[in-house]
Antibody, heavy 123, light 111 residues
Framework: QVQLVQSGGGVVQPGRSLRLSCAAS????????LHWVRQAPGKGLEWVAF????????YYAESVKGRFTVSRDNSNNTLYLQMDSLRPEDRAVYYC????????????????WGQGTLVTVSS | QSVLTQPPSVSGAPGQRVTISCTGS?????????VHWYQQLPGTAPKLHIY???NRPSGVPDRFSGFKSDTSVSLVISGLQAEDEADYYC???????????FGGGTKLTVL
């Protein structure tokens, strides 16, 4: 069965960095695009980033552009989100999600999601 | 402020039917991009419940239906059950953002 297991969350000071991981199993990881989505406490869902099946295409929300970097290791079936220059407003539960397509399309969606990991940015 | 617009809350008694609407603009729903619906139970990750306006993933009860007309998109839940109490989000693709956009979420309360 498809599984996305996340790790790497925690408490970090403003301006510091953190890297999230999302380990996949149960499907052909290198054939699927992936997304990161976050949810601030008590708030709705916010899309953060996208990476195509081979890592050549990446897109970011304006709120994180230039600070966050999405990457993937297809040999180890793992997705990453490198978060630099963290701000208090980045505090959220971060989810990874699999897209049933290999690239961004008009049908893009998340068919399987990780369990989420909490990132807290506080001094 | 979410790009897609949903009512903040809806409610209904067990067995009743409720509708959750989702409206967008010319760069997302109006451009013909697919709309999907997620159910999020308290403290859990979102779960895809309807994709491509009206398709149900395996395991989703047929009480959940998606509809699209010329002017609107909606999620209809028939025969409400207590276990349906959750937050529901619509999602589409936005060409101006090159990514996903979500509605603000609708909290469904089963009375």
């Amino acid at each position: 069965q498809v599984q996305l297991v996340q790790s790497g969350g925690g408490v970090v000071q403003p301006g510091r960095s953190l890297r999230l991981s999302c380990a996949a199993s149960g499907f052909s990881f290198s054939s699927y695009a992936l997304h990161w989505v976050r949810q601030a406490p008590g708030k709705g869902l916010e899309w953060v980033a996208f990476i195509s099946y081979d890592g050549t295409n990446k897109y970011y929300a304006e709120s994180v552009k230039g600070r966050f970097t999405v990457s993937r290791d297809n040999s180890n079936n793992t997705l990453y989100l490198q978060m630099d220059s963290l701000r208090p407003e980045d505090r959220a539960v971060y989810y990874c999600a699999r897209d049933p397509h290999w690239r961004m399309t008009g049908e893009t969606r998340g068919d399987f999601w990780g369990q989420g990991t909490l990132v807290t940015v506080s001094s | 402020q979410s790009v897609l617009t949903q009512p903040p809350s809806v409610s209904g008694a067990p067995g009743q039917r409720v509708t959750i609407s989702c409206t967008g603009s010319s760069s997302n729903i109006g451009a013909g991009y697919d709309v999907h619906w997620y159910q999020q139970l308290p403290g859990t990750a979102p779960k895809l419940h309807i994709y491509g306006y009206r398709n149900r993933p395996s395991g989703v009860p047929d009480r959940f239906s998606g509809f699209k007309s010329d002017t609107s998109v909606s999620l209809v839940i028939s025969g409400l059950q207590a276990e349906d109490e959750a937050d529901y989000y619509c999602q589409s693709y936005d060409s101006s953002l090159s990514g996903w956009v979500f509605g603000g979420g609708t909290k469904l309360t089963v009375l």
